[in-house]
């Protein structure tokens, strides 16, 4: 009973610490895993598009709803960066 009251206050101090970053934590069978939106590299917006913190992508064809604009991307470690066009 103490273990788990530990690990349930543990994960409180993440969640809230995450919070603050404007993402989410989901409970999977290992634990709380990060998740977040990718925002549009060209207008800021929100995307359809949600990735977590073992998601990698490269060459990925983002669209954007509102800005209507395709763009390329690579996803590693939650840091997206513009893929190299050739």
Known sequence: MVLNCYLFCSNIRMWNSFEKTKGKMIWSGKGLIKTQW?????????????I??????KNFPL?????????IIN?????ITLADSK
Not at 38 to 50: A, D, E, F, S
Not at 66 to 71: F, G, H, I, L
Not at 75 to 79: A, S, T
């Open 38 to 50: 990718i925002l549009c590299p060209v207008c800021g917006n929100k995307t359809r598009t949600m």
């Open 52 to 57: 977590q913190e073992n998601t990698e992508m």
């Open 63 to 71: 669209y954007c709803p509102k800005c209507k604009k395709e763009t």
């Open 75 to 79: 996803v590693r470690d939650m840091k």
